[in-house]
């Protein structure tokens, strides 16, 4: 490092002074290592850089260059935390950002140390005679020697550009890391500007009504020969801003459960994309497609407003068999279109008439899954596919109903106007007047309601919901229609148009007031020392079940006369403000004079933690509340564990309570329809646990698929799965071969070897009723392999890729083929 810093110091000016120079990764594609230097000039060192060095691509060649040069302004400079390793730079001005990576959690610290002080330096510094904040780049004529050595075009925002940045997504399988709390003063006070920005918004918007039109289908596997402009109405007059096409059931194959993306949904984002672009004068880009097995979304935006498109995300939840698969799940995509955020959902819910619990749980679950209940920036939802809800009517009755045109009564009988009525379900929501005939089911290529032999009950099973989250007002419906010309599937295609106020910024107002509320902050914090009150020092849980999360909340009150910033911190020799088993939330913010904050603190025992906590179970911790330039308070958590038969590590034999779900599942389970493809009612789930953890007999009304879910949700909590980590690249590498599977099975711990076999020859009885539970070995084997072979937790790839998968599949397939039960000593011999 001292070469490399001589090196670095040949560039600079006499009159700079190197105060950090530290070498980092750039998060790009190339993920090349760079030398972050900041610098500061001698006469004036208030005036910073950031200078960005490139090390030679060549191993040979040991020099460097400036990659880029980047001046730190008042207000326009902040970092992020992204975990203890990983950090965001960002410049508001240019809306650039970099992402680097430390190889070291010292460095890391030093560095994020050094730039804080520099923010602080810059922000609170006072130009003489000068009360207007605004940049001034004469006063910084020693940053011109540094120019001549960058190119315009070689600056590092190239790299995430406006368009990179707006177009992020980032789906619901990517887990932060748990030192993502941690945030800089800087980034503390960005959070409190924003809020301040959305409580006043209206100050510096106005409200500009944009055309949406939705469309949901359950194509039944089936794809048109042809455009389907005639569904969406899409021509030159009635050319929509956005479209979005939610689908059902596109590809429903067993390897479709696998991948969850198949050529399937290629096939559909060609027809659509043909028919937004060829109908119109208009040009549309496609903001999203995503598939979730049968599930499919695709959004269009005209490419006006491509510009206007901030963090877009996704999120793809499955809640099908056993409440995991997305054989039933839903997809999101969320995105801020000017200053709106629009929140599109399209699902499939559990089937069925006597389903209505069910698909209230699904909504429910993928609700708070997708995040879309507790994101208070979203501003409209639109929830529409195939809800699945049905009428309670006869069959004979509904289609009197049907030739008599009695829309009226057909809904006054209809399962979601029930239930939404009753605040069940879609609390909230809004649907528009239905003066269609049901959509579903019909024969396949006429529009005859069902006359197979099932005879299904005609449904309005496909539906289009709002929600104005803010209660904003301005949403118009302009049609809610069915169309009866597309005739490939045994539904009928549904479309609906809304004209939505989206809030459009007023720059100069916008400018105005972010100015005026840095300058009150910064008043009010050079006032005095911060004083809060506390509601509660002591946080005493109840006893806290396995998976079953506790939430004891306090309130912060600002008692001072000036803005207090707080943050939860680690105690002296630790990394992290709370044990892993505590979530708070927030861990840091900024509490206005006179105002007070709600924090919530949640306890909750999973896999993870479960073994650990066997033999001490006390859930106690100390949580540190430090207040900027004030005393720290101390918060005391106290909570018991009640030790559970989940999470437990496999000992001696096969245990007792898995017994018993094989015993139970085998005498009054097996021959149940979907047996193990149905997801469970999740309080009888939890009951089953607690029934097992204190030996007590399962409950009479028990349904059969919630003991399915309790005994696959038993395998999975296993502190060590039953084919142990350390044999899990083995198993994949060896799934094709039946004979090195049977080889490595014998490797395995007594305890492990014999509840693998057990569980297997209880998958071959589940098997052999295959006519009356509809199992099939392929779905089976796709449903345990996933909770059979876990990879471990420093496993590189923690989201298996579908090579993975299959192979994992299919190694658990080779012994559900077996009928023979082998022992240890029979499968060495052999």
């Given at each position: ?66 990659m ?15 975990s ?23 460095t ?24 207007d904040?605004d940049f ?28 990179e ?24 006070k ?10 006043k ?16 289908w359950?194509?039944?596997?089936k794809?048109?020969?042809h ?44 027809i ?59 997809i ?13 959902v399209?699902s ?7 389903g ?89 290529g ?19 919901l ?148 066997m ?14 330039q004030g ?14 038969v ?14 018993r ?10 021959k ?65 071969n ?93």
């Amino acid at each position: 490092m001292k070469r490399i810093k001589q090196q670095v110091e040949t560039y600079l000016n006499t009159t700079e002074e190197c105060k950090l120079l530290a070498e980092l990764i750039l998060q790009k594609e190339t993920k090349a290592k760079v030398l972050l230097c900041l610098v500061a000039n001698r006469r004036s060192p208030h005036e910073m850089a950031l200078i960005l060095f490139e090390k030679a691509k060549e191993e040979y060649d040991t020099a460097i260059r400036i990659m880029s040069f980047r001046l730190l302004k008042k207000d326009d400079f902040g970092l992020k935390i992204v975990s203890e390793l990983q950090f965001d730079l960002f410049f508001k001005e240019n809306t650039a950002l970099f992402s680097f990576e430390s190889t070291s959690v010292s460095t890391m610290w030093s560095v994020i140390n050094a730039l804080t002080n520099a923010v602080k330096v810059v922000n609170t510094h006072v130009a003489p005679n000068q009360e207007d904040t605004d940049f001034d780049f004469d006063t910084y004529t020693w940053a011109e020697f540094y120019t001549k050595y960058t190119e315009p075009d070689q600056n590092l925002e190239k790299e995430t550009s406006k368009a990179e940045q707006r177009m992020m997504i980032s789906d619901n399988d990517k887990k932060q890391d748990q030192t993502s709390d941690f945030r800089t003063s800087v980034a503390i006070k960005e959070d409190w500007i924003a809020k301040q920005l959305q409580n006043k918004e209206d100050q510096f918007t106005e409200k500009r009504p944009l055309t949406f039109v939705i469309g949901t289908w359950n194509v039944n596997s089936k794809i048109p020969n042809h455009l389907v402009s005639s569904w969406l109405r899409i021509n030159e007059d009635e050319a929509a801003d956005v479209y979005a096409v939610g689908l059902q059931e596109i590809d429903m194959t067993a390897g479709a459960l696998l991948t969850q993306e198949t050529k399937i949904s290629d096939q559909w984002t060609k027809i659509i994309t043909d028919t937004v672009n060829s109908c119109t004068s208009h040009k549309y880009v496609c903001l999203l497609s995503k598939q979730l097995v049968g599930i499919y979304l695709i959004v269009f935006i005209k490419e006006e407003h491509l510009e206007h498109v901030q963090d877009l995300k996704s999120h793809i939840e499955g809640v099908g068999i056993m409440g995991m698969l997305g054989n039933k799940g839903a997809i999101t995509c969320q995105f801020k279109l000017y200053s709106s955020t629009v929140c599109l959902v399209t699902s499939h819910l559990a089937a069925h008439t006597g389903g209505t619990s069910k698909r209230n749980q699904n909504f429910a679950d993928l609700s708070q899954r997708c995040h879309i209940d507790d994101d208070e920036s979203i501003d409209f939802i639109f929830w529409f596919g195939d809800l699945n809800y049905r009428l309670t009517l006869s069959d004979a009755d509904t289609r009197q109903a049907i030739c008599d045109n009695q829309i009226s009564h057909l809904l006054a009988h209809d399962q979601l106007v029930i239930e939404k009525k009753n605040n069940r379900v879609f609390v909230g929501y809004e649907e528009g007047t239905i003066t269609f005939m049901p959509s579903y089911k019909f024969d396949a290529g006429t529009n005859i309601y069902d006359t197979s032999e099932k005879k299904r009950t005609p449904s309005y099973t496909d539906r289009i919901l709002w929600k104005d989250v803010h209660k904003v007002g301005g949403i118009q419906q302009l049609y809610y229609s069915m169309h009866n010309t597309f005739m490939i599937s045994d539904h009928k295609p549904i479309v609906s148009c809304f004209k939505v106020p989206i809030k459009i910024i007023v720059q100069d107002k916008y400018k105005q007031l972010y100015r005026e509320l840095i300058k009150m902050l910064d008043k009010l914090e050079n006032d005095m020392l911060p004083e809060i009150q506390l509601s509660t020092q002591m946080l005493q849980f109840d006893t806290v079940e396995y998976n079953s999360p506790k939430v004891c909340e306090m309130t912060l009150e600002n008692t001072g006369q000036v803005v207090c910033e707080f943050i939860f911190v680690p105690k002296p020799g630790e990394d992290y403000p709370h044990k892993p088993w505590i979530k708070i939330e927030p861990i840091g913010g900024i509490i206005m004079p006179h105002e007070s904050m709600v924090i919530k603190v949640t306890l909750k025992v999973d896999s993870h933690m479960a073994h650990q906590l066997m033999d001490q179970p006390d859930l106690d911790d100390i949580l540190i509340l430090h207040l900027k330039q004030g005393r720290d308070h101390f918060i005391t958590v106290t909570g018991k564990y009640q030790v559970s038969v989940y999470g437990i590590a496999l000992d001696q034999q096969v245990p007792e309570c898995l017994w018993r779900l094989v015993d139970w599942l085998y005498r009054y389970g097996i021959k149940e329809a979907d047996l193990f493809q149905e997801a469970g009612i999740t309080e009888q789930v939890h009951q089953i646990r607690r029934q097992l953890d204190h030996h007590l007999p399962f409950d009479d009304n028990v349904s059969v698929h919630s003991v399915a879910e309790a005994f696959v949700g038993f395998l999975e909590s296993l502190y060590d799965p039953l084919i142990p980590h350390r044999y899990y690249r083995m198993s994949i590498e060896t799934s094709s071969n039946a004979g090195a599977c049977v080889h490595l099975i014998t490797k395995l711990p007594k305890a492990h070897f014999d509840t693998f076999h057990y569980v297997m020859a209880f998958l071959r009885e589940v098997l052999k009723h295959s006519n009356e539970n509809h199992s099939s070995i392929d779905t089976l084997a796709i449903i345990f392999s996933r909770v059979i072979l876990r990879p471990p937790l420093n496993y590189p790839q923690l989201q298996a890729n579908s090579n993975d998968l299959r192979a994992k599949a299919l190694f658990v397939k080779h012994f559900m083929t077996q009928s023979h039960h082998w022992t240890r000593e029979e499968l060495v011999q052999e």
